[in-house]
């Protein structure tokens, strides 16, 4: 085969894996892809390598392998600053940006978003503009800076729908349902991903019909409707395992396990969010790790199902990893459940009182209604003192 001919092959490879990948096919996708790759390689295409590099890590991140997806795309980065393709180098690094955000590494994900965004907009790209501002707001929400992933959501959102964006205009709802929601507005985050869900539905986006009925579960089950909240994760869940999307199958364990424990079911709550917590460890998503062990924690102590010394390391857990990626309404949460073990116990007010004042000024930096639950415990286990009645 000569190199016009081995190009050209190559080429519809990557034609047929990226249908794959849009398909939902991430497995056939992935060994499609990765057969163009070579052949690119054997023949010095470095344009042709590092393009498909982009299109592979797509299906490796949306399978969990998020450490094959970062690894091929800082190859692609480099080899397109080599050749001076500022495109090419914008998309990759809006790539990078948003494996990192989805491993928990936000710092790094908001600098690799930055620079794409900076070379998006000296580029005129608008359409790459608006998916890199999207996902500054995203890593923003991610890490709990809730104004500033409102301001990036709703400029990205404005930008989609300049441009007749139908798939970035669901993104940026879903993101803005989600933020919406952690904030206590129920109403609108509900209107937000409903919208999404719609959108996603009419492109027949699975990935993004799976991350939106996860969102909605979550929302319809803090409104108290448990037989809609299932219905919506139940479907997320067989949606996410025909892809197959493993971050979002585990994602709707770790909700289902939630909803389990609401229904009186604990001892399927803690199997099934310890299902979730397995899956995100094998992905590599310490985020959704971070949220699940929370969760855990939370279960096993309103229920009685297992030790409280279980969810106390559970916290701990969460704690440290909310640490490590930044995501301070996820410290909070584990912190605030740290208090609470101590509460429960008795044994020490004051590091009961500790934890939950740390939690507490938290919750009220970031303006979530997590605020008065705690403050409500807070004043039970550390009442205020009265004064002493003075002698007349």
């Known amino acids: 085969m000569t190199n016009d001919l081995g ?50 890590s797509l299906a490796h991140y949306t399978m969990g392998e998020s450490s094959a997806a970062i690894r091929g795309l ?35 994900a908001v600098l690799a978003f930055t620079e794409a965004l900076r070379i998006f907009q000296e580029l005129g790209n608008r359409q790459g503009e608006g998916r890199a501002v999207k996902n500054i707001g995203f ?8 104004p500033a992933a409102r301001k990036h959501l709703a400029t990205s959102l404005a930008l989609f729908r ?29 209107a937000d991903l409903t919208e999404a869900l719609r959108l996603y539905r009419a492109l027949d986006n699975r990935m993004g019909q799976v991350n939106a009925l996860n969102c909605l579960g979550v929302v319809r089950c803090l409104t108290g409707d448990l037989p809609a909240a299932t219905a919506c994760l139940h479907e997320a869940l067989t949606l996410s395992r025909s892809l197959p999307y493993r971050v979002g199958e585990a994602d709707s364990l770790r909700e289902l396990g939630v909803v389990h424990h609401l229904t009186g ?20 998503d310490r985020l959704g790790r971070t ?12 229920s009685g199902e297992a030790s409280p010394e279980e969810a106390l390391i559970s916290y701990r857990h969460a704690r440290d990893l909310a640490k490590e990626t930044g995501s ?19 044994i020490d007010a004051d590091v009961a009182t500790g934890h939950l004042r740390k939690a507490l000024e938290i919750y009220r930096e970031l303006g979530v209604p997590e605020v008065a639950r705690t403050a409500e415990l807070l004043a039970r286990v550390s009442p205020p003192a009265c004064p002493l009645d003075s002698e007349t």
């Open 291 to 302: 949220e699940a062990l929370n969760r855990l924690g939370q279960v096993i102590l309103e």
């Open 162 to 190: 300049d441009l007749d964006d139908r798939l970035g205009e669901a993104n940026a709802l879903k993101n803005a349902g989600v933020v919406r929601q952690l904030t206590g507005d129920l109403p609108a985050a509900e």
């Open 139 to 146: 890593a923003h929400y991610l890490m709990g800076d809730y």
């Open 328 to 346: 301070r309404h996820e410290e909070a949460r584990a912190i605030e459940g740290v208090g609470r073990f101590h509460a429960l116990a008795a």
């Open 74 to 108: 800082l190859t692609a980065v480099g080899i397109y600053r080599t050749l001076g393709n500022r495109s090419g180098q914008a998309e990759a690094l809006d790539r990078l940006g948003t494996v990192r955000h989805l491993t928990g590494d936000c710092a790094d």
């Open 7 to 56: 190009i050209s092959h190559a080429r519809v490879l990557v034609e047929r894996g990226a249908a794959q990948r849009r398909a939902g096919e991430f497995r056939a996708a992935a060994e499609t892809l990765t057969q163009a790759l070579g052949i690119f390689q054997s023949l010095g295409d470095r344009r042709g390598e590092a393009d498909t590099l982009i299109e592979l």
């Open 265 to 284: 079911d604990s001892k399927e709550a803690i199997r099934t969010i310890k299902q979730a917590i397995g899956i995100f460890q094998e992905t590599g």
